[in-house]
């Protein structure tokens, strides 16, 4: 019995003087990860912000009114021509945009009027675009700005050691050797969010450009039957 209480006493002693394990918030992460951890933060909220908000705008434009079009080829096929126009100028949309610059070139040649509806749709896509080209620069900076960092980091972890000379303390190598890590970790992850967003929002463009090209058909198509007849 003396036996087992002196095994237990010398466990709880070994629990009670073992090192706790520390943790570490995000915050103090980015504050080790050295110089480049601050582009990289900077990159990664310009990148979340591109994303939100081309995804708001380009899914707004995806959103399609069904009867808007049947209400322009109503209006057009009965030759009312301001009411056309009145309900483009009213939908906020490209589609609209692009029906609105159509409509107000009827009466000319039919080349005329396809030529100024893509006019507008190459604008309105344009428009969507916007900011795209930046989310894939920071698709592939960030990962960049992370190797660099890593580079760095070895860079000081070796220079210290050089520093240290035959006395090396591996506290003197963990320091260069986290900073390398976790920028490299910290680059990759940002490019690899900021590389889906943008290949969805590529996708979800290309869905819109899709729809447009092929209500531009139809409304020229429209203009086209009296000349069947």
């Known amino acids: 019995m003396s036996l087992l209480l002196q095994i237990t006493e010398n466990v709880a002693t070994e629990l009670a003087s073992a090192p706790t ?51 322009i080829k109503d ?19 490209p589609l609209a945009r692009m029906m609105a610059k159509g409509v107000m070139r009827i009466g000319r040649p039919l080349k005329d009027i396809e030529t100024a509806v893509e006019n507008v749709g190459k604008i309105e896509v344009g428009k969507l675009e916007k900011n795209m080209g930046t989310l894939a620069t920071i698709a592939g900076a960030a ?5 660099l960092g890593t580079v760095t980091g070895m860079i000081k972890a070796f220079y210290n050691m ?30 690899i969010i900021a590389y889906i967003g943008y290949n969805l929002l590529v996708s979800m463009i290309d869905k819109v450009i899709y729809n447009l090209e092929a209500r531009s058909v139809e409304f020229l198509d429209l203009l086209q039957e009296p000349a069947k007849k």
Request: proline content about 3%.
């Open 21 to 71: 394990e520390e943790k570490m918030n995000i915050f103090e992460m980015v504050l080790k990860g050295g110089f480049f951890m601050i582009p990289l933060v900077i990159l990664s909220i310009l990148a979340v912000y591109i994303f939100v908000e081309r995804y708001i705008t380009i899914k707004k434009a995806r959103k399609e009114d069904a009867t808007f079009m049947n209400l």
């Open 143 to 147: 990962p960049m700005i992370g190797f």
């Open 162 to 191: 050089s520093k240290a000379g035959n006395n090396i303390d591996p506290g003197v190598l963990s320091g260069g050797i986290y900073e390398a890590m976790l920028t490299t970790a910290a680059g990759l992850i940002v490019g």
């Open 75 to 93: 209006f057009v096929a009965n030759g009312n021509i301001h009411s056309a126009q009145d309900l483009c100028n009213k939908t906020d949309h």
